[in-house]
């Protein structure tokens, strides 16, 4: 198995849309799920085989030089939409994104206009390193830096809080029961990584509040709760937090 590594590095590049002057049948305006607008019968003709599949395709549309996102959700069951199931490492992104939130929101000591996942920290490996690239590690498995996938997940937890994103999740925000997140991956938080974040701009230096971490959560979340975790992230651009 050979890693392939993206040979654009711009974190600002986004993929090419079309602009569309009404939705077309069956998207309903980006908002809180409801399970009476999930097509359970495209995916049941493609996923016949018992496993849990669920797909949101998203149109933008063009209202009032206003360009508004209109989804269209389809399950392959009710189990796809409504159980919940161990994630494994699959909602290690979740992870890295609730840490960039505690950053840009509710951070006690650091001001939250200026740190996020473009801040930087500081370890065995170099004296500024970007939280980015340890998010990369996170989802490439690399370990050249001598970091672990698992062991940054627990160390983005410890940024965002485990009970932050275990009440992000069971609030109305997703919408959806039974959800839970904040458990970690079975390797700590390095010893070396320091929590004094720096600034992309000025090289501010910040100290986070680090997680107490009282209670222990499970990782548990429906097909459908992260498939659309992980839309919002994608289209955080577009969408209202």
Partial sequence: CVKVFPSNYNRQWTCPSILKQIPSN???KDGLIDIINIDFTILSSVVNTGANACVIITERVLIDNVTTLYNKYLCSDQ?????????WSSSKIFAMSNAA???RSNESTCNTNIYGMNSFTSGNVADRIPLGDLATIICSYDTTAGYSSNGLSSFFHDIGWRGNINELVNSNWLGLENCSLGGNYGVATPSDLSFDLNTAIDSETCSV??????IIYDNSLSVLAAAEMTRRIVQYRDIDP
């Fill in 209 to 214: 509040d680090v997680d107490p971490w009282p």
């Fill in 26 to 28: 069956g998207f309903i």
């Fill in 79 to 87: 189990s796809s939409a409504l159980d919940v199931h161990e994630t």
């Fill in 101 to 103: 939130g505690h950053l």
